[in-house]
């Protein structure tokens, strides 16, 4: 079954930089968009980042220039390059991915189970 694991997250310094992955396995037929998410306590969870298979990318307005996204289609992972961190940046941070699971069609959302990182003042 499909399956998305992240990695990456942790503890850094006001002003460090993080990378963040998310890997696919369980043999999916076709991986179309994939993003990032987050959520902070006690509020609703965002969108931080997606791209398209073709690379077309999507950034909330407030963290372009500091957060990239990127994918590697033949490793069925996506990126996520955090460089300037904030404090406001706490968060879990989550993977998604539409995904077609076989050949007779259709696409559903996957989620990770998320990775916490923490910006210390």
């Known amino acids: 079954q499909v399956r998305l694991v992240e990695s990456g997250g942790g503890l850094v310094e006001a002003g460090g930089s993080l990378r963040l992955s998310c890997a696919v396995s369980g043999s999916p037929f076709s991986i179309h968009r994939m993003g990032w998410y987050r959520q902070a306590p006690g509020k609703q969870r965002e969108l931080v980042a997606r791209i398209t298979r073709e690379g077309i990318i999507n950034y909330q307005d407030s963290l372009e220039g500091r957060f990239t996204i990127s994918r590697d289609n033949a490793k069925s992972t996506v990126y996520l390059q955090m460089d300037s961190l904030r404090p406001e940046d706490t968060a879990v941070y989550y993977c998604?991915?539409?995904?077609?699971?076989?050949?007779?069609?259709?696409?559903?959302?996957?989620w990770g189970q998320g990775t916490q990182v923490t910006v210390l003042s």
């Open positions: 998604t991915a539409l995904i077609t699971y076989s050949g007779a069609g259709g696409a559903d959302d996957y």
